[in-house]
């Protein structure tokens, strides 16, 4: 079965500063791949997705995440963090040569200093 | 109005009593899923379903079973709650290969 993996469970940035966040998957197929956003007492809601077109894909907020294959990754960045990106993001995986059910990693909590 | 709509909002139940979470969807939806959020493990997957006819456990089914009522309709319950089954659950629904969309969330605390 498919899974990923997030590194770090907690990110604090400065305000103005770079957003990175890490997801690695397991599999020898690319899957599809999803970043999504949790904000306090509410659902999910997708940020961007990679189904196989181009590598590097944007999403709303001004976030982006690049898919590399040598490396199994898709991680999510964003130059400049904003107080409003404080949020959980969770990474997500579909297997689509399986029955493309979705598995979410552990999630990132984001903290924004000011 | 909300694409995936669950009921309720917030419960708290007593150990042991039977509960039952609602789901609906307007997005026209094959696939449905019901997922528990629990701190630093992220979404789980407890049941899915790819059509009216179609049910599959997920990777913690055990304590939970399930019922699509209608396309638009999956309803998960709790037979017997414990409070080791306190969380936040959502109720998603998507296409094949796509995206999934996600209710707002039922907090369920056990006592």
């Known amino acids: 079965a498919q899974s990923v993996t997030q590194l770090g469970s907690h990110v604090s940035v400065s305000e103005g500063a770079l957003v990175l966040l890490r997801c690695n998957y397991s599999s020898s197929v690319p899957p599809y791949l999803f970043w999504y956003v949790q904000y306090p007492n509410q659902g999910l809601q997708l940020l961007l997705k990679y189904t196989s077109a181009a590598t590097l894909v944007k999403g709303i907020n001004g976030f982006e995440a690049e898919f590399k294959k040598s490396e199994t990754s898709f991680h999510l960045t964003k130059p400049s963090a904003h107080m409003s990106d404080a949020a959980e993001y969770f990474c997500?995986?579909?297997?689509?040569?399986?029955?493309?059910?979705?598995?979410f990693g552990a999630g990132t909590t984001v903290t924004v200093r000011a | 109005d909300a694409d995936v709509t669950q009921t309720p909002r917030n419960r708290i139940t007593k150990t042991g009593k039977r509960i039952m979470l609602e789901c609906s969807q307007t997005k026209g939806h094959d696939r449905m899923y019901w997922y528990r959020q629990d701190p630093g493990l992220g979404l789980r997957l407890i049941y899915y379903s790819f059509d009216v006819k179609d049910i599959n456990k997920g990777e913690i089914s055990d304590g939970y079973s399930v019922s699509r009522q209608a396309q638009a309709k999956f309803s998960l319950s709790l037979e017997s709650a414990i409070p080791n089954q306190t969380a936040l659950y959502f109720c998603?629904?998507?296409?094949?290969?796509?995206?999934?969309?996600f209710g707002q969330g039922t907090r369920l605390t056990v006592v």
């Open positions: 997500a995986v579909s297997d689509r040569f399986g029955d493309y059910k979705l598995s």
């Open positions: 998603a629904t998507s296409d094949q290969g796509a995206e999934a969309f």
